[in-house]
Nanobody, 123 residues
Framework: QVQLVESGGGLVQAGDSLRLSCAAS????????MGWFRQAPGKEREFVAYISWGGSSTYYADSVKGRFTISRDNAKNTVYLRMNSLKPEDTAVYYC????????????????WGQGTQVTVSA
């Protein structure tokens, strides 16, 4: 079992930056590939970013490419999501997820999820 705890969300203005963290604990959390997803009110949870277990491979949704950066520190069992140039449409609850066993951008591929952290971007 792996436990994931997100932090770093908050209320910011358009154009600001935030860094989200996802701390993993439990069974070999640092050896899993990880992903970030988000869910806006009334919408489906959507893929945001992915990072392989070693950090050498990263993928992003087109909507965040060039603005968001995913990274990890396996010594700290933590994955980060740096979000720059935030837009009101980035407002959502952000979730980290671990251990994808299928296609990295599919929600159904992930076995472990955090509780989420709210990001609100005002215009």
């Amino acid at each position: 079992q792996v436990q994931l705890v997100e932090s770093g969300g908050g209320l910011v203005q358009a154009g600001d930056s935030l860094r989200l963290s996802c701390a993993a604990s439990g069974r070999t959390g640092s050896t899993y590939a990880m992903g970030w997803f988000r869910q806006a009110p009334g919408k489906e949870r959507e893929f945001v970013a992915y990072i392989s277990w070693g950090g050498s491979s990263t993928y992003y949704a087109d909507s965040v490419k060039g603005r968001f950066t995913i990274s990890r520190d396996n010594a700290k069992n933590t994955v980060y999501l740096r979000m720059n140039s935030l837009k009101p449409e980035d407002t959502a609850v952000y979730y980290c997820a671990a251990h994808p066993t299928g296609t990295y951008y599919l929600r159904s591929s992930y076995n472990y999820w955090g509780q989420g952290t709210q990001v609100t971007v005002s215009a």
